[in-house]
């Protein structure tokens, strides 16, 4: 099996460690409008998010044949302007809380400079049989480099 490659980066920002994600607007993400369709926005953010666990070394697949798995608890969105087909937008994603077993993310849109969609993501962990696991001590450490603890 080869090794999965992070696609995006991690970059210092004004708010702190951020991942920069980039996205291709397709047809398939439209509407009959032209316009992306609203839950598609969370399929780009979860792209992110997977891909920010991937640079940091965090084996989802893994983590799953171990018993534990990370689920969205919460999710908050606004939309604030829309995307249309061939934009090219960033997902820049931030670590804002880490908790035992659950943590916190930021994830805002962009096309350029403009802030098309903001969200905030509470993700938890969970064991095989479906409660709150901690994290792993590994993943912990590799969460808490990114806030600077």
């Not at 999965?4 to 970059?11: Q, T």
């Not at 666990?53 to 969105?77: T, W």
């Not at 249309?84 to 960033?90: A, G, S, V």
């Not at 805002?108 to 409660?131: F, N, Q």
């Amino acid at each position: 099996m080869a090794e999965a490659v992070m696609l995006g980066r991690m970059e210092d920002t004004a708010e702190g460690k951020s991942h920069i994600f980039p996205v291709q607007v397709y047809w398939e993400d439209t509407d009959a409008g032209g316009i992306v369709y609203y839950a598609n926005y969370l399929k780009f953010t979860e792209r992110a998010r997977t891909d920010m666990l991937r640079g940091l070394g965090i084996n989802q697949q893994a983590m799953m044949e171990d018993g534990a798995n990370f689920v969205v608890r919460a999710c908050k969105i606004e939309y604030l302007i829309p995307a249309k087909m061939e934009d090219q937008l960033t997902v820049v994603t931030r670590l804002t809380d880490l908790r035992g077993a659950s943590m916190r993310m930021k994830q805002d849109i962009y096309r350029d400079r403009d802030k098309l969609v903001t969200t905030e993501v509470r993700v938890a962990c969970l064991g095989a049989e479906g409660r709150p696991q901690r994290l792993s001590s590994a993943i912990n450490d590799k969460f808490n480099a990114i806030l600077g603890v």
